[in-house]
């Protein structure tokens, strides 16, 4: 599935405008969506700080203020949330902290619970929808068929979604023995942390993992482009990604790496575009 015509930056801020009207309905109706903090922890020092600003600069050019701001800097009065002084109507969440459980969170986290600030991504949805422990689920055949899922349905997610298992303490090893066929995975994990090939795993880093937290997942080789850096032949790793809200395809593009997973720090890797061209007849190929 392919992104729509619809100019990406206009994705984007329909998006967030549907958010605002979804969780505050009563305001959205009297008034549009005014005020955006775009929160992460340091977030001039973060590695997307450059996209935290294209974001600040989308919103202000359609007439939506926005503030790129630490949580620290947000303060919650029991009514409203408010960034240095201002009151915030929807926080563009860029936190990796995913339940809010830190203290420098507690006024977010307040605020969130009290329904007093529209968050988008939220702790309900990651705890929903970004635990990998549902890998499991949706590739257990029988709960899918008692659930009502179809044949066609069913055999997409088993053509798409490599075999996942949970670690325990009671299975760990045998997980040990045929580690080599295995990528072990934090369940609430991001970015790659924490992620380890099995056949790179040492014992005492597998003796923490065992414990409990982790999926493994069937090893499947990734795909992989030829580049000329400076001058130079080189292979890259490759993965796609599809930005989603609610059911459609916003954007998609790749990340080009080396080593174990996805990093930004193979020269020449990184984001890369994803372009659609004329294949086969019922689709596109994409390169």
């Known amino acids: ?24 309905p009563a305001a959205a109706a009297v008034r549009p969506l005014a005020r955006v903090a775009i929160v992460d922890e340091a977030p001039a020092e973060q590695y997307l700080a450059p996209e ?26 029991g009514e409203r949330l408010r960034c240095r002084g201002e009151v915030v109507d929807l926080v563009y969440n860029r ?34 929808y970004a635990d990998k422990r549902n890998l499991l689920a949706l590739g257990d055949q029988e709960w899918l068929q008692a659930i009502g899922v179809g044949d066609s349905d069913r055999e997409l997610l088993a053509s798409s ?31 790659s942390k924490a992620a380890y090939r099995g056949d790179k795993l040492t014992r005492r880093v597998f003796a923490e993992l065992a414990r409990g937290g982790y999926v493994a997942q069937a090893v499947v080789s990734p795909s992989e482009r030829r580049l000329l850096i400076d001058g130079v032949e080189q292979d890259f790793k490759l993965d796609l990604r599809n930005y989603v809200y609610r059911g459609a395809v916003q954007l998609v593009s790749a990340r080009l790496y080396r080593g174990q997973t996805t990093n930004f720090r193979t020269p020449g890797g990184g984001f890369a575009a994803v372009l659609a061209v004329p294949g086969q007849p019922g689709g596109a190929h994409r390169r």
């Open 95 to 128: 936190l990796t902290d995913f339940a809010l459980a830190e203290p420098g969170n507690d006024s977010l986290l307040q605020a969130y619970l009290a329904d007093a600030v529209v968050l988008t991504p939220h702790p309900r949805t990651h705890a929903l």
């Open 52 to 77: 935290f600003e294209l974001f600040r600069q989308l919103f202000a050019a359609n007439g939506i203020e926005a503030l790129v701001a630490d949580a620290a800097e947000l303060s919650y009065d």
């Open 161 to 191: 979604i490599p075999r996942t298992e949970e670690v325990t303490p009671r299975n760990a090893e045998a997980f040990w023995t045929s580690r080599r066929q295995w990528f072990f995975k934090p369940v609430a994990g991001f970015g």
């Open 1 to 24: 599935m392919m992104p729509p015509s619809v100019p990406l930056e206009r994705c984007f801020l329909d998006m967030f405008r549907n958010e605002w009207r979804l969780a505050q």
